[in-house]
């Protein structure tokens, strides 16, 4: 009697975790843009355990975060990001945005002046700061084509260089000391969520 008791029980724990899976890497990507960048991080490979949700929220700084946070609240993620730009906000939102954001445990990966700078990168070391359209100028050049702000392609066609990427945004930061990213032109750490995300395919 003991005995089946205990087989009984223990059927229904094992039913109870199919039937709440939980992915051994959960993430959630919050970002500015309700295109660019979301179709950038989504491109991603990924493990059959892990999930990353990558929202487009078309809101920015304060807003974006208080978003990031909700959305945290909600669901149990191992990783929260928030992924905005520098633009032409008001310096004080955007430097109260990434405090609010890492003192309730929320990562960000900035670009000042814009998400572009990332793309950039892949190409060319800069270290002097430039317009938006100085940075299209520069990725028509590199890419051969004109560059689509919201393409769906642009992850699988500089992917080869990502590494150089990631070398050229640890670089740059590297100049700034201490670190003051409003004032910190250019400058990005898009590199940071990048290198999260490869990890979970390789870990």
């Not at 945290?72 to 993620?77: L, T």
């Not at 572009?116 to 520069?138: A, K």
Request: aromatic share 12%; with cysteine.
């Amino acid at each position: 009697m003991p005995e089946r008791r205990f087989l009984q029980e223990h059927k229904t724990v094992y039913r109870r975790r199919i039937n709440r899976y939980e992915p051994r890497h959960h993430f959630l990507v919050v970002c500015e843009g309700e295109k660019t960048e979301p179709n950038y991080f989504k491109r991603f490979p990924l493990p059959p355990d892990s999930i990353v949700d990558v929202q487009g929220i078309g809101a920015n700084t304060i807003s974006l975060v208080n978003e990031a946070l909700r959305l945290k609240s909600n669901a149990r993620y191992h990783q929260v990001w928030c992924v905005f730009d520098r633009d032409s906000f008001d310096p004080g939102d955007f430097n109260a945005a990434i405090q609010k954001a890492e003192a309730n445990n929320v990562r960000v990966a900035y670009s000042n002046e814009a998400f572009e700078l990332w793309y950039v990168l892949h190409f060319d070391y800069l270290n002097t700061g430039i317009t938006r359209n100085d940075y299209i100028t520069c990725l028509n050049r590199n890419l051969g084509h004109v560059y689509q702000k919201n393409s769906e392609t642009i992850y699988d066609e500089i992917y080869s260089l990502q590494i150089n990427a990631i070398r050229n945004a640890k670089r740059l930061l590297a100049q700034y000391n201490p670190p003051d990213p409003v004032a910190n032109n250019p400058s990005t750490t898009v590199h940071l969520l990048v290198e999260q995300l490869n990890r979970l395919f390789w870990d």
